[in-house]
Structure formats: structure tokens, C-alpha cells
């Protein structure tokens, strides 16, 4: 079950922002931005804070300003969690939003996407997202997956995965602490089929690359290294 560290540093969420657009994509509504002709698509999946959180948004952005068009579905249909609210705790949220739903959701959006012209698609993972992203990338659904302070993802997920996918995760993470991660690393490197990448950045807690305080120049910082890898990896392979 997801731990305190998945509700640290919750952010203040904001319907508006972004440069992009909310629409409706696969029977969801989801904010997008990058060009309409772009043959490259990305899906972000977000942590249990939903797609209205900004530094989520700000980083669609910015992978869409490289050329890709992205999507940040809500998936949480307008319920995300809300840490005040103590007659839902996490444990009892979590059951109205399990991500084998969400994984099932996600189909009908990346067909959206491939109806759109859209040839290649990569996916995103934060926390809670990962474990959608991974079982995507374990049904070839994608063709490259990245992981960010995932939660819930085991050995036996990384075992099963099909496609390029790169793991970053924090020094300071109960979800997926260091010793966890480096199994991932120990998987991917037996399966020669499959190009994987896995990275601990010192530092830095659970959910850093999207709950991060702009005040914390070490940790911003960080982030933007991540979103970099993130970015170089979709580029490499879609």
C-alpha cells in the first residue's frame, strides 16, 4: 500500500494552467499540447494528485516543445486525492482508483492517438502512474516507457516488460528504495532484448521530478536532470 511519502509535498491544483488544452481523448478528459502533426505521442501518467497538478502540466510542455505531442489523461475522473480529506484516507482512496484501471482506460487513448496519426508512442509513469505505465509496456502497448519514483512496480513487472524502458528513481524512497531499484537494473540487464536504464538520483525523496518546491534549487535542479533522461530517452526511441 502506498506509504506518507506518496502524499508529501501535495500540490495546488489548477484547472488553467498550461499552454496547452483540455479535451476529450478516448472517452477521457485529458489536457494536451504539442502540434496536432506530430507523429510522436507521449503519455503522461500522473501521480495521485491528478493532471491538474502545474509542474506536471509545465513538464507536458516542455516535452511537447521538443516536438512531441502529449496527453495528460485524467484518470482519476475529476477524484484525485485530497490529503485534508480524513474520511477518505489513502487507503481507502486507493480502492476507487486501482491502476489496473487505469490501464485499462489508457487502451482507448493510445488508439485515439494512433487514429490521430500518431506512429510512435512513448509513456511516463509518476508514483502511482508507473505501475499503469509499466503494465502498458509489458502488452506492447507503447514503444518506450520511462518510470519516475514509481510505486506499487515489482521485479516480476520489470521481468515482463517488452519495450525500452528507463527507471529513475530518489535515493530517499520507501516505494522504491535504491536496493529495490538496483533488482530492476539486475533484470534489464539479463534481458538482451530489451534496452534498459535505470538511475538514482542522490538527494532527493519520492515524487520529486513533479511535487518539487521551485524554492528548492538542489531539488528543481534534480528534477530537470530527470526530465532531460526522460526526454532523451523518448527521442531515442520514438
Not at 477521457?28 to 509542474?55: C, M, T
Not at 480524513?86 to 492517438?113: C, M, N, Q, T
Request: aromatic share 10%.
Amino acid at each position: 500500500m502506498s506509504g506518507p511519502q506518496c502524499c508529501d509535498n501535495p500540490p495546488t491544483l489548477c484547472s488553467s494552467c498550461g499552454e496547452g488544452s483540455v479535451l476529450e481523448l478516448g472517452g477521457l478528459k485529458a489536457y494536451v499540447a504539442g502540434s496536432q502533426d506530430s507523429k510522436r505521442g507521449i503519455l503522461l501518467v500522473s501521480d495521485i494528485f491528478g493532471y491538474e497538478a502545474p509542474n506536471l502540466r509545465k513538464l507536458a510542455d516542455k516535452i511537447a516543445a521538443a516536438g512531441f505531442y502529449v496527453v495528460v489523461p485524467d484518470f482519476l475522473y475529476g477524484d484525485p486525492y485530497v490529503p485534508d480529506n480524513a474520511e477518505r484516507p489513502l487507503p481507502v482512496w486507493i480502492k476507487s482508483h486501482g491502476p489496473d484501471k487505469a490501464f485499462e482506460d489508457a487502451k482507448p487513448v493510445i488508439d485515439a492517438l494512433k487514429v490521430k496519426g500518431i506512429t510512435a508512442i512513448g509513456a511516463a509513469g509518476f508514483c502511482w502512474g508507473a505501475k499503469v505505465v509499466v503494465q502498458l509496456a509489458r502488452f506492447d502497448q507503447i514503444q518506450a516507457a520511462v518510470l519516475l519514483h514509481a510505486s506499487f512496480v515489482t521485479v516480476d513487472d520489470i521481468k515482463e516488460v517488452k519495450v525500452p524502458i528507463a527507471v529513475l528513481g530518489a535515493e530517499i524512497d520507501k516505494m522504491s528504495p535504491p536496493e529495490l531499484l538496483k533488482q530492476f537494473e539486475e533484470v534489464l540487464s539479463s534481458k538482451s532484448e530489451v534496452d534498459g536504464f535505470v538511475k538514482i538520483f542522490p538527494g532527493v525523496a519520492h515524487g520529486w521530478t513533479v511535487r518539487y518546491s521551485a524554492e528548492d534549487k538542489a531539488v528543481v535542479k534534480s528534477a530537470e536532470e530527470a526530465h532531460r533522461d526522460m526526454l532523451e530517452w523518448f527521442t531515442k526511441y520514438c
